[in-house]
């Protein structure tokens, strides 16, 4: 599922206390979640960020995940718990800065941005991992 429509909001960042400016917008099947940073000027691939459990570089304070070229997003729980509450596994999310704002310090504020975009099925299959074998 992803989103209808993009929906765009602000908020401030949580360790930084800078105002952030976020743009939730609808994406392709199988395509993930996956951050832009818009405040860099590096090629757009250097400035996507998969959001996946291979990308995580730190859980000090918060949760940060970075790329293979050390771009990094931090603050990423509530807006992910949001996401994943809602059922939404694709989504293009640009943002300006390195953390995701705070806003009311819950998923609530994503809950009732993304809720107001509207969801979207897909129509291809969903792509699961199955874990076969534990050691």
Wanted: proline share 2%.
């Amino acid at each position: 599922t992803t989103i209808k429509k993009a929906i765009s909001t602000s908020g401030i960042g949580l360790h930084k206390g800078d105002k952030i400016d976020i743009t939730l917008k609808p994406s392709e099947a199988n395509s993930g979640v996956r951050f832009i940073r818009t405040d860099l000027d590096d090629e757009l691939n250097k400035r996507t960020i998969l959001a996946s459990y291979k990308n995580v570089s730190d859980t000090n304070m918060c949760t940060t995940i970075k790329n293979e070229y050390d771009i990094k997003i931090s603050t990423i729980e509530h807006l992910m718990g949001a996401l994943y509450g809602l059922g939404i596994d694709n989504a293009l999310i640009e943002i300006n800065s390195q953390e995701v704002p705070i806003m009311d310090g819950s998923a609530g504020p994503f809950v009732f941005l993304i809720q107001s975009a509207g969801i979207e099925e897909q129509t291809e299959l969903k792509k699961f991992i199955k874990i076969k074998k534990v050691n």
